[in-house]
């Protein structure tokens, strides 16, 4: 007698489960944009990620002054990590064969890369002046929530590769 094959719950594969990890770090990663992104240096001032990507404006005395303006560039990771959970999902629902573990790895990578590149990539209010927005950048050091949000989505390609290999 020759012994049947088990068939594995489709829940429980390693693939699965790390494809369901990949897109947990990256909805991690997704909410460190309420987190301070950047630090003014040598002040206490921050800016998170959603006023590095959406825009910030402050009010003073002689009125509301733009600080920031609406980063497509820092859009972009979120919108990768987004497509990255989508992947992942189709990865564990066994949808796209090894497509979708495949892409979901390479949405996660250049997020990742993308939340380290958040100072450079936003879009401070300084008129014309290119020279006024290189100043303000380079008063700007990464704060904790582009940190944590590159690393998490880094991990999550990892493990996504995972997935690449063992589904």
Do not use: H, W
């Not at 904790?144 to 063992?166: D, F, M, N």
């Amino acid at each position: 007698m020759a012994k049947k094959k088990g068939k594995k719950s489709p829940l429980t594969s390693v693939g699965v489960l790390t494809a369901m990890a990949a897109a947990l770090l990256a909805v991690v990663a997704i909410c460190m944009m309420f987190v301070p992104a950047a630090t003014v240096n040598d002040t206490n001032m921050t800016y998170t990620g959603l006023q590095l990507t959406f825009g910030y404006s402050e009010d003073t005395l002689l009125g509301t002054v733009t600080v920031l303006n609406f980063s497509f560039l820092n859009f972009l990771p979120y919108l990768l990590a987004l497509a990255g959970i989508a992947f992942s999902v189709l990865t564990a629902l066994g949808k796209l064969g090894k497509i979708a573990p495949i892409i979901a790895t390479v949405c996660y990578l250049a997020a990742g890369v993308l939340f380290f590149l958040v100072i450079t990539m936003c879009v401070p209010n300084s008129g014309d002046s290119k020279d006024l927005a290189d100043l303000f950048r380079k008063t700007l050091s990464l704060g904790a929530g582009a940190i944590v949000a590159g690393v998490l989505s880094i991990l999550a390609a990892l493990c996504s590769a995972v997935a690449v290999i063992k589904k």
